[in-house]
Nanobody, 123 residues
Framework: QVQLVESGGGLVQAGGSLRLSCAAS????????VGWFRQAPGKEREFVAS????????NYEDSVKGRFTISRDNAEDTVYLHLNSLKPEDTAVYYC????????????????WGQGTQVTVSS
């Protein structure tokens, strides 16, 4: 496992942008696929985006395609989620998760999770 810390959340108006960071400590993130998930109040946690260990493969949930971009900097052991054209329905706690050589959409495939960062989009 690896320790993960998310940051970058906040309050933003609809149409605005944020950049979330998922920083690893304890061991290198370079062999880990990383996924971003979110959970809104009263709803189940859902997949948002993921990136493979080498950055060569990315996946996005349909509602965020074209608006969110996932990237990684293995030298900094950090994965980013760029949120653009934000909508009120994007409001949620965003979590990053990591698993060696796995970058699927299934939350159960990840063993390491961060504590989450709140994103609130006002209309």
């Amino acid at each position: 496992q690896v320790q993960l810390v998310e940051s970058g959340g906040g309050l933003v108006q609809a149409g605005g942008s944020l950049r979330l960071s998922c920083a690893a400590s304890g061991r290198t993130l370079s062999i880990f696929g990383v996924g971003w998930f979110r959970q809104a109040p009263g709803k189940e946690r859902e997949f948002v985006a993921s990136i493979s260990w080498n950055g060569g493969n990315t996946n996005y949930e349909d509602s965020v395609k074209g608006r969110f971009t996932i990237s990684r900097d293995n030298a900094e052991d950090t994965v980013y989620l760029h949120l653009n054209s934000l909508k009120p329905e994007d409001t949620a706690v965003y979590y990053c998760a990591a698993q060696p050589f796995y970058s699927g959409t299934y939350s159960g495939g990840y063993d390491s999770w961060g504590q989450g960062t709140q994103v609130t989009v006002s209309s």
